[in-house]
């Protein structure tokens, strides 16, 4: 696991960490501590995903397009 705050990273870190958390709780040799402990990391990061996601939704959703399907910019949207 990374010692990097789930609040400072990436999609894809959060990602990649999130995937090594489930295969370590789904191997099932981890102790009962551990397996408590991974889950709760393994919330935050999934968390920290969906929060980049929605987030990348709602930049997708305000670029503007022409009659032709060309962006032409981008819409204001409350919150970004």
Do not use: H, N, W
Not at 35 to 49: H, M, N, P, Q, V
């Amino acid at each position: 696991m990374s010692d990097t705050p789930v609040a400072e990273m990436s999609f894809e870190q959060a990602m990649a960490e999130l995937e090594q958390v489930v295969g370590r709780l789904e191997r099932g040799d981890v102790a009962l501590d551990e397996s408590i402990t991974l889950y709760e990391r393994g919330a935050a990061l999934k968390k920290r995903c969906e929060a980049k996601l929605k987030e990348a939704e709602e930049k997708v959703a305000a670029i503007t397009l022409d009659g032709e399907g060309q962006p032409t910019g981008t819409t204001e949207v409350e919150g970004l």
